[in-house]
Structures are given as C-alpha cells and as structure tokens.
C-alpha cells in the first residue's frame, strides 16, 4: 500500500464516521455491511476487467445468480411441494431436458456437412426445447397451483453463499466457453443480452423463486435483531449488535478474498496475467491458453460477484427479481472500479467503498439541496418544488452518469492507478 | 525552388522518431522514387509529407509554403495527393464513387477530370458501377490512382503501387505511372522493385534507419556499386 | 378460417410492423454511429426518450396555444421540432463526452463506458424533470382506431390498427426513402459510405471527417427522436421507454451487420416479427383445421410465454453474435 492508498483509505474512514454522525450507527451499520458485499463484487470485477481486461456487463444476472442461491438453501423446507406430485413432475422435466440437451449434442455430432446440417441442427435445438416445454409448463403450472414455489433446503445461508459462487462460476463457464473469443464491444453487448435473459428467467420462473411475489425472511448466519432481543437485549442494541455480526463475517470474506487475490496476482499467475493483457499479440503466441487464462479470470471474478450477490440477498432477508436493475446493479460497480483503479485491488476497493456511500447518501443530499431550493423559490415566489422526495431519489442516476464521465474523461486510470511493474 | 522540399525531417509515432533526417527535394516534373530495406521508414516519409506522422523537427515546403503538420484536408485542395500502401479503395462503393470521393475537396466541375481518369485506365470506365472491392488487385491499383487523381494533383504520392502484382502487372502499373507523370504530375513514389522503378526515376533515395543514404538520379543509384550491393541484392 | 387469420394479421403483422418500424429506424442510427465512429452507442435508447419527451412537452406547448391539426395526434404535429431538437442535443453530447475521448485516440470500449454515463445522465435528468411516473400523448386527445372490413363471405372480424401505427409505418417510409437517396446521390452521403468503409482512406481523400461526424449525429439524433416519439405514441411515455428496447435495436443493428443501414432495417423488422410471433398463440390458427390434424389442438401454443417477449430478440441478439458477429445480411464490415 502506498501513502497515497492509506490516506485515502483514511479519508474514507473519516467520511464514514462523519456518515455514522449525520445518520446514526444503525444506518452505518447497514450501510457497512452492504458495502462490504459491494467491495467483494467490485473486486471481482476488477479480476475480469482490470487484469484480463474482459468485458462484463452481466454482473446483474451473477448477483441474482448469486441470491437466487440462498433462497434454495436456506429458506424453510416447503413441505407442501415435497408432498405432492411436484417433485416427480420436475424429475420428468430434467429428464426432458437431458433428452432434449442429448438429442442437440447428437445431432452436433453426425457426420452430414453445409445446408443439410444447419437444418438439422436447427431441427435438434426446436425439438429439444420442444420436449422440454412439454414436461415443464405443466410441472411449473402444478407447483404454481397446488404449492406455489419448490421452497428450500432450510440450510445455514452460508451454504447458499458458497452454492451462489458455484452457480456464478457455472455461468461464467458457460458465457466464458461461447463469447470470450468475441471483440470487446460485442462482448459487452453479449453480457448485457445473457444478464437479461437471466433475469427475465428468473423474475418469471415462479415456481422456482417466487418471481415478483418475493422470497422472505432468508435467515442470516448470524443472530437476528429478533433473537437478540429474545435473549433479553433492547431493540436499538440488537440491531446494532446483529448487524455488527452480519458485518464480522461479511469483513472476514472480503480480506480472505483480497488476501488470497493479491497473493496470486503477485506471483507467477499474475505476471502471465499483466502479460496476456498489455501485450496481447505476444502472448498470443501461447495460442489456445490465453483463452484459458482469461476463461479463469472472468469465472473467479463472477464467483466474487454470485458470493456477494448471496451475502446482499441474506442481509436484506428478502429476493425480490424485480428489483434487479442494470443501472444499480451493473452499471454501478463499473462506476466503483473505473473511480477506484482497474487494475488495483485496493483501488476496486476503495471504490466500493466511496461508491456506495455516495449512491446510498446521494438522495439525502439531493433532498437536502431540493428542499432549499424550494424554499427560496417559494419566497420568491415561483412556488414550492414538487414531489421533492422522489425527484431526489432519482438524483443519483444522473450524479453516477457525472461521475462515470468524468473520471473516464480526467482519471482514466482511477484514484488508486495499478501500479505497473515489469 | 522545387515543388516539394523535405530538409532534415524528424518525426514518428509518438514514441522514439522514426525519421531522423530525411532530405528531400522534387520538381513536378520529375519521378521520385524512395527505396529501401522492410522497416527503413519509407512509408512513414510519405505519411509525414501527408500529415498523418507528427512532424517535430525539420520542414516540409510544397508550392513555396511550410505544410508540416497540416491535415489531409488542407494538403489535397493544394494540390497533394496520398495513395496508401494497402486498403487503398473503398471496397463497398463503385468504382465512379471512388472516384467522386477523391474530388470531395473540389467546388468546381470535376467530370472533365473523371473523364481524364478514364482514359487514362480505360478498364476503369468498363467496371464504373462495379464495386472496387470486386476488382483484381492491378484494377484496384489503378481506382486507387485514379481517386487520388481527381483532386488534380501536382504531386502525387505513391506507396509501393506495384505490391502484391503479378510481374506482368508491374510492369503496366509502372507505364501508367510514367504515362501520368507525363501529363504533369509529379510522383513520389516507394518501391520494393527497386531496380526496375529507379531504371525510370528522374530522382532516386536509398533511406535506411530513417536517413538518406544515397541520393541522386535512378541511374546514377543503379550504376552505384555499393548501392546494388547492399540495396538492390547485388 | 378467414376470421382467425384476420386474428393474426392483426396480432403479429400489424404488431411487428409497428415494433419492425422503431427498431428499424432506431437501428439505423446505432448502425451509422458505429460505422462512422466504431463504438456501440449505449445511449441512443435515451436520446430516443428525450426526443419523445421533446416532443411531449412541445405536444403540450401547443395545445395550452390552442394549436391543433383536426384529425393528426399533436404529438405527430411537432415531431419535427422535436427531431430537429434532438439532433442538436445530440450533436451537443458529442461534443461534451465523446468528441474530447476521440481525440485522445481512447479505445472504443471507453467510448462505450462513456456512452453508458451519458445514459445515466439523460435517464436522471428526464427522471429529475418529469418524474418517474408514465405519461400519455392521448390524455386529452384520443387515439383513433381504425378498423377495414374485409368484404368477404362469413368474415366478421376487422383489421385493425391506430391511426399512430399506421403513421409510424408511413413515416418510416419517408425516413429510409430520405436516408437512401442521401447516401446515394449526394456528395456528404457518399462521404459518410466513404468513412464508414475505410476511414483512413477517407481522411487522406480530403474528406472533412469531422463534417461527417457532426451529420452522423445529427441524422443519428433525428431518427432517435423519431422513433422515440412515435413508439411514445403507439404505448405510453416513460422514463425508461427506450432504455428497455436499446437491447433489441443493437441487435436489429448486429444483425444487419454494423455499420449498414439496411441491413438494420430488414433485421429490425425480424426482430419484430420473431418478438410477436414467439407470443401468438397458433392454436388459434390450428383449431380450424382440427379435422385435418391428428392430433387435439391444445389451448395454447406459444414459443415462449408472453412474458419473455423481449428475450427473445436477447437470444437472437447473442445467438447472432456468436454464429455470426458481422451479420447475417452482408458480412462486410469488421
Ligand atoms: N502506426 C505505427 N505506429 C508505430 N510505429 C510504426 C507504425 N507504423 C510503422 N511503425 C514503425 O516505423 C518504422 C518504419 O516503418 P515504415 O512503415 O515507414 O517502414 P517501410 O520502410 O515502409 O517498410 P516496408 O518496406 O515494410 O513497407 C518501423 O520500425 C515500424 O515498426
Ligand atoms: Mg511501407
């Protein structure tokens, strides 16, 4: 670290404190934790875009990845599914789908080349999904009707945490194996398309996660207020102390991540890394490997982001896909790493950090600077500003725009720069 | 005072120069050609008379005036014309828009000179409608002239124009070179067939690490013993 | 039978054409900024919005003045203004965050970063101005449906459209006619097909590529507000109207192959095509033929179920990319 990084990161301490101040320790808590989650997702995206300089504009779908996961293992068991036919009927629809997935992979496979082969693959691909549909629309009707959603494990979240890593992983293996060898800005646009089918899945797939009618409470690993205020504690300390738990292990996987990051980063694995990224034609005399390392690149960046994912989802007790948006769940984290430094594991940090404060408190500030104005123009006159409160909430849109602009314009390279080495 | 005067050039892209310190000089009615080993900076020379380099020490003179650094859009209506060394066409667009596109710069009537260009390649008016990307690499060549043409050019620059053609080809592009040169065009021109090219230039360059190394006329080079020895492979 | 094709002309056709028309012109804009400039235009969703809120506001200007054309939505009336509004924002916004990263030589991801800002900072300030709520063109005009008969025996349903569908379709007429003859016949048209096949070439012809620059916005800006405005008028006016359809104008776009108008507007009507037809319900086409089929037609029969309408062109998009990034029309540009 430089003096440069620990007197920022001295003046992010004292910004939150000053935070703590104006808003009071529960609200910091929460604000903590929740930028805590947003570090560890920054800091995989820094993996994919700051070492591999791999585009990735699906963060959305791996946090919704990542929540989705807690909900299958740690919501209450639905025993109403497990009583009823539903399971069986899905069992049916993996079978379709196997025979569907086997049925392209075969057809993949034959020997008939040009015009005849195109028509077949296309053939296998609609027949495939036309099995499948067959024996899932009324399996998800039936789960729908008779118990509405498959439920979950009722396991500890720190199982869904880990489950939504793999799941992210899964996915970036996938979308790594079919897009990474395209251009840049197709990839991106790529990202973008796979995130919102994913979440188009996901918000529609009622029977597998409730879609818009929401999951909650997701248990936390942690105790809740509640059980702490069971044991005899006030209601104010038990958020406070709850939160401070939350906030304990939330800490622990972040420095374990950077840990662990920067110690590969800095030996023979991160060297090759910087090499394949600054010098991209002579490393591509490694031929097929650079796509190998870039393919582990973008999947351990996206298990970052489906644990933090997790970890936002427990906190916040409740997965609602609906409330996934490109703007604050994509867009934003690029804003935290390109601020931050790409290409710095500190810096994708600190931009975490400074990010999220900012996103959270902006609306506060803009209702703050809204309702003076209003103030003046109602003595002037000119009458009161309307709906200030939802006026200022969407204040922060426009000030990330301003931010995004400017520190691609002015910084480039952030306010913790990589620090380049030979 | 010639129409183009290049003295003690230096310039690059952006990181250490390339050319350091090319002399120059050519009147309209001559045939320059500039030759050279793979990397010596020939092409980078044609590129910084044509601002496309930045030019930081020395001076380009054309027609009287300083014109180092000056873009493409002020060097054409002067009367200066690039063709590059390759993607030279725009391959989606006929041949006559080709041409038309060489004549952006022009307010006055520009058919007289398209109907010069094409009898000057008569291949051309044949394929007009045709789009570039459809030619041979010699037609290519010739739209490639002709556009640069169009602007009416007292100095025309050429990259490498025979690259990449069959030797029949060569030869033709090289007739054609000669044959606008005698309407009054001046031609500075970089050749990898060098021996064949200095046998008709009127001013030869030997450049290598990004200086002149031998000046003088095409014969003159051709007949210098150390030249064909370490220029012209023997 | 009649009925039930009359049924499906009216529910995939006459969509798709509508939906066709904006990804159509809207593509084209995309397709020309990436020809010309070589990076993804993130933002043209919402310069599409803010000339539709152009427009609105203008809409609403006009009829506080009393001013009405009888028988044409305002909205329609003042498209022009609002294009040649948005056509100046446009060109403004690229003076102010892309014009200063070009000449930096930055790569044309950042550019792309940058157009991601630029969406942020039009989507908050129309939020910041108008509010996040919808808004209709039609709240104190209404919106004519017109209805054809169809003078056959037994058929007694209509065709049926509002008259912004049929406008839309007109429109899009008169804009790619206008955009064709441009880049055809004259000189900055050519230009422009110039630059966007071979840039380096166009510059060393003497082209002024910064001329060039500036019409692409402009032209790209016009179009914006057209589509944008005209899609308001079809469905309703929202803060993130285009923002949730750039997806399928990029791959109307990519499928066209970048950098070629008309590929984007034949890929822009199949994307609207394949986005009504995986909805429509074929039962209802197979039903009448019942006697002939072997099987029992089920109630329904949809590629997709109607909530993924916009998945669908994500997938075409994706599967588009990775078959065949330069497009499935011309495979030309790179
Ligand atoms: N766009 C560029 N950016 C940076 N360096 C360049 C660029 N183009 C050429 N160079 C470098 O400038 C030097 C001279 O290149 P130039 O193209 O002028 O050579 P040349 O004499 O034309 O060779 P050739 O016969 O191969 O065409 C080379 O070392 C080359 O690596
Ligand atoms: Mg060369």
């Known amino acids: ?164 890593g793999i799941l992210a992983a899964g996915l970036a293996l996938l979308m790594g194996k079919i897009c990474l060898g395209l251009r840049t800005d197709y990839l991106a646009i790529a990202t973008i398309g796979i995130s919102e089918i994913i979440r188009a899945l996901l918000k529609n797939m009622d029977w597998l996660t409730r879609g818009t009618k929401t999951v909650s409470p997701i248990p936390w690993p942690t105790p809740l207020p509640q059980d702490l205020q069971a044991a005899g504690m006030a209601v104010n300390d038990s958020f406070l102390y709850a939160r401070l738990g939350f906030l304990a292990i939330a800490a622990l996987i972040l420095v374990v991540a950077l840990f662990l990051v920067q110690r590969a980063y800095n030996g023979p694995w991160g060297r090759m890394m910087r090499a394949i990224r600054d010098n991209f034609i002579s490393a591509g005399s490694m031929g097929k490997n650079v796509t190998q390392r870039q393919l582990e690149l973008f999947v351990l960046g996206s298990v970052l982001m489906g644990i933090g994912g997790a970890m936002l989802v427990s906190f916040q007790q409740i997965y609602d896909p609906g409330a996934y948006q490109p703007i604050n769940h994509t867009f934003l984290v690029w804003v935290m790493v390109i601020v931050g430094g790409a290409g710095n594991n500190f810096g994708a940090i600190f931009g975490g950090f400074l990010i999220y404060v900012a996103w959270m408190t902006s609306d506060q500030v803009a209702q703050a600077v809204l309702s003076t104005v209003s103030h003046w123009s109602t003595d002037l006159g000119w009458g009161a500003i309307p709906e200030i409160e939802s006026r200022a909430s969407q204040m922060r849109v426009f000030v990330l725009g301003i931010v995004i602009t400017v520190a691609i314009r002015y910084f480039p390279r952030g306010l913790l720069p990589e620090v380049r080495r030979q | 005072m010639s129409l183009l005067e290049i003295s ?123 789009p570039a990307g459809e030619l041979s690499g010699g037609q290519r060549q010739m739209v490639a002239m002709g556009r640069a043409l169009m602007s009416k050019p007292k100095l025309l620059l050429l990259d490498e124009p025979s690259a990449g053609l069959s030797p029949r080809y060569v030869l033709e592009i090289f007739e054609q070179i000669v044959k606008v040169n005698k309407a009054g065009v001046g031609i500075l021109m970089v050749e990898q067939n060098a021996r064949q090219a200095l046998a008709f230039a009127s001013r030869g360059f030997v450049l290598a690490t990004g200086k002149n190394r031998f000046t003088g006329t095409g014969r003159e080079l051709i007949a210098d013993p150390e030249v064909a020895k370490s220029f012209l492979g023997g | 039978m009649m009925n039930e094709l009359i049924f499906f002309f009216n529910n995939v056709v006459v969509a798709s054409i509508a939906l066709g028309s904006i990804y159509a012109v809207a593509g084209v804009g995309v397709t020309l900024i990436f020809g010309i400039l070589r990076f993804a235009h993130f933002a043209h969703g919402d310069m599409m919005t803010m000339g539709a809120f152009l427009a609105f506001v203008l809409a609403g200007l006009f009829a506080t003045l009393g001013w009405s054309v009888p028988g044409l939505p305002t909205g329609f009336i003042v498209m022009p203004i609002a294009m040649v509004l948005t056509a100046i924002i446009a060109f403004g916004l690229d003076k102010a965050f892309y014009a200063p990263l070009r000449k930096r030589k930055a790569s044309s991801v950042t550019l792309l970063i940058a157009s991601i800002g630029v969406t942020l900072i039009v989507q908050g300030l129309i939020r910041l101005i108008f509010g996040s709520g919808a808004a209709s063109f039609f709240e104190t005009e209404t919106k004519q449906l017109i209805r054809i008969p169809v003078p056959l025996e037994g058929v007694t349903r209509t065709i049926n459209f509002t008259q912004p569908q049929l406008l839309m379709v007109l429109m899009t007429i008169v804009a790619v006619t206008v955009l064709h003859l441009f880049l055809t016949r004259s000189r900055l048209g050519k230009a422009m097909r110039a630059m966007a096949d071979n840039a380096d070439l166009a510059q060393v012809s003497g082209i002024n590529t910064k001329l060039v620059v500036r019409v692409t916005w402009i032209i790209a800006g016009a179009l914006a507000a057209m589509a944008g405005t005209m899609l308001a008028l079809d469905v309703q006016l929202k803060p ?95």
Do not use: C, H
Request: charged share 10%; hydrophobic share 50%.
């Open chain 3, 240 to 334: 993130d109207l285009a923002f949730n359809i750039v997806l399928p104008i990029f791959a109307a776009a990519i499928v066209g192959g970048l950098g070629q108008p008309y590929g984007a507007i034949a890929a822009g009507y199949l994307i609207g095509f394949a986005e009504s037809a995986a909805i429509f319900n074929w039962s209802v086409l197979l039903r009448p033929l019942q006697g002939i089929l072997p099987f029992e037609v089920p109630v329904s029969i949809t590629f997709v179920p109607t909530e993924y309408k916009l998945t669908v062109a994500f997938v075409i998009l994706v599967v588009v990319l990775l078959w065949r990034p330069t497009g499935i029309f011309k495979g030309a540009s790179s």
């Open chain 1, 1 to 164: 670290m430089t003096r440069r990084s620990v007197m920022l990161f001295g003046l992010l301490f004292a910004l939150f404190v000053f935070v703590g101040i104006a808003t009071g320790v529960q609200y910091t808590t929460l604000l903590l934790v929740q930028s805590f989650a947003y570090a560890l997702i920054a800091l995989g995206l820094n993996i994919q875009w700051g070492y591999g300089g791999l585009f990735n504009f699906s963060i959305m779908g791996m946090l919704m990845l990542g929540g989705a996961a807690v909900t299958f293992t740690s919501s209450p068991v639905n025993p109403g599914f497990w009583a009823s036919e539903g399971p069986m009927l899905l069992g049916r629809a993996v079978l379709g789908l196997a025979v569907g997935l086997a049925l392209v992979w075969g057809v993949g496979r034959i020997a008939v080349k040009g015009r005849l082969k195109a028509v077949l693959v296309v053939a296998s691909w609609a027949a495939g999904y036309f099995i499948y549909r067959t024996q899932i629309d009324p399996a998800a009707a039936y789960i729908e009707t008779t118990s509405g959603w498959v439920g979950g494990l009722g396991l500890n979240p720190v199982f869904g945490w880990i489950l939504g």
């Open chain 2, 8 to 130: 003690s050039l230096v310039g690059g892209y952006g990181g250490a120069p390339i050319l350091n310190g090319v002399d120059m000089q050519i009147d309209q009615s001559d045939i320059g050609v500039i030759v050279g080993p793979n990397g010596a900076g020939k092409s980078t020379t044609l590129k910084a008379i044509f601002g496309l380099v930045s030019v930081t020490g020395g001076a380009i003179r054309f027609d009287g005036e300083e014109i180092q650094n000056s873009l493409p859009d002020r060097l054409v209506p002067k009367g200066l014309s690039f063709v590059p060394q390759e993607k030279n066409v725009f391959t989606s667009m006929s041949v006559e828009e080709n041409l038309e596109m060489g004549a952006f710069t022009r307010t006055d009537d520009f058919r007289p000179t398209m109907e010069w260009v094409y009898e000057m390649f008569p291949v051309l008016r044949e394929k007009r409608r045709q």
